[in-house]
């Protein structure tokens, strides 16, 4: 691919993409934490039984935060440890579905295909984590490519319901279509 802009916005979305995924994650971390906390006030509440604590002759003892104590310096990021699949797997696999399905298959559906086949795709968002390997193959050359609104397909076969047609970028680029549109225009 030689036209420069086409690159551009491509990496653009690719790394809009990865922020997207990072958020995701970051927001299922703060997910994670609020459950834990909400769980130690139930645990709290039963413990401190503040229903009898009012009318209790005694009072209700609440020890202060010891500020003497190192708190342990938070991870910059926990990855949760899963026995999923690899993602080549998934990319090898993927390319077999749509080459015997014949047209692109919708993420869900790929995932449940995948899953039938014995390969594992777990985490908070099983769907995101199945998008999130195929297109890290994707970057590393694995054929496959996300039709937006479509499904994933073969990123060497065209589909005209998507505008995808890389039989035709090819064959400008061999004619030279593409040539010099790397250079600034000239004023």
Known sequence: MSDKALENALRHRDAIAAQINRAQQQIEEWRRSAAEIDAFIATWHKYADVTNAATAKEPVVVMPIRDDIPLPSPSPRKRMATNNSTK????????ELIEVHGAPIQ???????LRERGLVIDGTEPETVLSTMLWRMSKEGAPIVHLK???YWDSERDWPAARHFPSLAKKLEAEGAFSGL??????
Do not use: F, S
């Open 107 to 113: 993420r869900t559906v790929l995932l449940n295909l």
């Open 149 to 151: 609104g479509i499904g």
């Open 182 to 187: 790397d250079k600034e225009p000239q004023r």
């Open 88 to 95: 080549e797997e998934v990319a090898r696999v993927t390319r």
